[in-house]
């Protein structure tokens, strides 16, 4: 079997392969003799049609099965001759197949990149000093007491900064209300009952400073000005007027840090409590520090680590990637139309993060390879346990649900790719901060 092959771009070859005129004429008598045994053919009995009529008879349906096992075969061959990892087979053109001749066609394949990796022992780090001060334990003490806030009718008196106001609404802009204009953010037009936080922030920009003074039962007319970069690109950059009516004002009441609210908690004491925050905490840091040095081995491998890249791969992983920021744009609230109108910028970041996934993953893979990392069966039950508390389910379930949908493989080879990152880290020249 003739092979060549040729270098047509990053990760991407030109294979020509020619299979011997014997082996064709061989293949093709085996195939003919396999349509001869399983042809109907009016006047002649199961297996005893002559062979040029069946030969004429299915002489595109012989064809194509014998295009079908010998270009596999072809591709088999090409892959072992050559060593090729082939990542993605992008067509196969110019077969050319005449019985008593030789078998020719072309395969145009991307291949993994063939690179040097650099010195990934003993990576310089700095690891930053982790103390958990008082000031940060009182902090999450101020948050558990604001979450246990309740909201109580504020009786008497006008809206104040921090109330939660209950509020009707109506927008107007450029004479037309703004439901025209925005007719998919219903919130941004118009409500009733409606709960506004009264503080600096607001999805309608200063709505609810504006209610600061106003009394149950007073109609008052807000102007706003959207901001030139506002969400809604319909609205962006223009003024409108919000006339607003109060119906009720609620304040929040914060209970005290006393003995009934630490057993609400679990707690037997404030210091018990307060030392269990500080535990907290300290792992918290010393959770967000592992993945920062992490991050620091990954940002010195992709400095230090040249390779080409397999346009393919590339390709599909920049589509994941875009996939990515359009849903975490719509759980933002982000409108379709204001993400077309991004799209540009969104492929743009999305093919940088395509690149550097890629990227990255084939040198943890080298290294993964080098240093014979391998995903015991205890390593991949453990990131199944893991997901199955994210999802709530059974780590059966989930092991059910990745092997249905052929994923199973995808999560080994993630667990294996942090095995190598925690491997990298151990063998780390860390200095204490």
């Not at 007491?145 to 209950?166: F, H, T």
């Not at 118009?190 to 504006?210: F, H, N, R, T």
């Not at 908690?265 to 925050?277: T, V």
Request: proline share 5%; hydrophobic share 40%.
């Amino acid at each position: 079997m003739n092979i060549q092959i040729e270098d047509i771009g990053p990760c991407r070859k030109a294979v020509r392969v020619e299979i011997p005129a014997e082996q064709v004429s061989a293949e093709y008598e085996r195939i003919l003799g396999e349509f001869i045994q399983g042809a109907k053919i009016p006047g002649f009995r199961p297996g005893r049609a002559p062979r040029e009529i069946v030969s004429r008879r299915f002489a595109q349906d012989i064809q194509k099965e014998i295009k079908d096992r010998l270009v596999p075969t072809g591709y088999r061959e090409a892959v072992k001759q050559h060593n090729l990892h082939v990542v993605e087979v992008l067509s196969v053109d110019d077969v050319s197949f005449v019985v008593g001749a030789p078998m020719s066609f072309k395969l145009t394949l991307d291949v993994s990149p063939d690179f040097t990796l650099p010195t990934y022992k003993g990576i310089p780090l700095q690891k930053k000093k982790q103390e958990v001060t008082d000031e940060a334990v009182q902090t999450v003490i101020r948050d558990l007491l604001e979450r246990g806030a309740i909201w109580e009718e504020a009786a008497g008196r006008p809206v104040q900064s921090g109330d939660l106001a209950q509020v009707d609404y109506e927008g107007v802009c450029e004479g037309k209300p703004v439901a025209d204009l925005a007719p998919k953010m219903e919130m941004l037009a118009k409500g009733a009952d409606q709960l506004v936080p009264v503080q600096e922030e607001s999805i309608i920009p200063g709505l609810g400073q504006a209610l600061v003074g106003m009394s149950v039962g007073e109609r008052k007319q807000v102007p706003v000005d959207f901001p030139a970069d506002y969400l809604e690109k319909a609205l962006a950059g223009k003024k409108a007027d919000y006339f607003v009516t109060v119906k009720g004002v609620r304040e929040k009441k914060v209970p005290a840090l006393d003995a009934e609210f630490v057993k609400k908690l679990g707690m037997e004491s404030e210091d018990a409590l307060r030392d269990r925050i500080r535990k907290d905490l300290a792992a918290a840091q010393g959770q967000q520090e592992h993945a920062r040095l992490r991050g620091e081995i990954v940002k010195h491998l992709l400095e230090k680590t040249t390779l080409d890249l397999p346009g393919s791969v590339v390709d599909r992983e920049t589509r994941d990637a875009v996939y990515d920021i359009v849903s975490t744009h719509r759980a933002r609230g982000i409108s379709q139309e204001a993400i077309e109108e991004r799209k540009d910028e969104v492929f743009q970041t999305a093919a940088r993060t395509a690149q550097e996934r890629v990227k990255l993953r084939y040198i943890l893979h080298r290294i993964a390879e080098e240093e014979k990392i391998e995903v015991a069966e205890e390593d991949l039950a453990g990131r199944l346990a893991e997901l199955a508390q994210r999802y709530r389910a059974t780590p059966e379930e989930i092991r059910a649900e990745l092997e249905k949908k052929e994923g199973l493989d995808d999560v080994r080879f993630e667990v294996r790719l942090n095995k190598v990152l925690d491997f990298l880290l151990a063998q780390a020249q860390v200095k204490e901060g």
